[in-house]
């Protein structure tokens, strides 16, 4: 298991919605890229989305037997825009799931531990901002591929 700040970070249950699977965003993804988006839901640090930005260790905790090069799958997902490097005041670099709250329930008893939140808190943190369409009536995912400026 992952630490942060000596506490030990467990993985969360999330869901699938049924139109997931025919979202025209998600099926122009590799079918691993797609499966590996998910399993990153699971190890969210907190609820806004934020992962520790190590490819590898995602691979092992999402898929540890799959012969795939994580590295790779990480660049489709950052390319399509499903995920986003974010830049803490510290020098880490995290990954950050802007569509997660609209694929889960989050839950505001459950405390946040990320690092990148804290920092956030605390000011003085960087990002590489995405500008996102509004979503097609009854899709969770955006019309089109979004696009990545810088702050």
Not at 67 to 74: A, F, R, T
Request: net charge neutral; proline share 9%; aromatic share 8%.
């Amino acid at each position: 298991m992952e630490r942060v700040s000596g506490r030990r970070l467990v993985a969360r249950i999330r869901t699938i919605k049924p139109d997931f699977w025919t979202d025209g965003n998600m099926v122009g993804l590799s079918a691993y890229a797609r499966l590996f988006y998910i399993g990153t839901w699971n190890f969210s640090l907190c609820d806004r989305g934020h992962l520790s930005d190590d490819p590898v260790g995602l691979k092992l905790k999402i898929l540890p037997a799959d012969d795939v090069d994580p590295i790779e799958l990480l660049a489709e997902l950052l390319t399509k825009g499903r995920l986003v490097r974010r830049h803490a005041p510290d020098g880490r670099i995290y990954l950050f799931n802007p569509r997660l709250g609209d694929h889960q329930k989050t839950d505001a008893r459950w405390t946040s531990r990320c690092p990148y939140c804290a920092s956030e808190e605390a000011g003085g943190f960087t990002e590489e901002a995405v500008n996102l369409p509004e979503p097609r009536p009854n899709s969770p995912e955006p019309a089109e591929t979004p696009r990545t400026s810088p702050q």
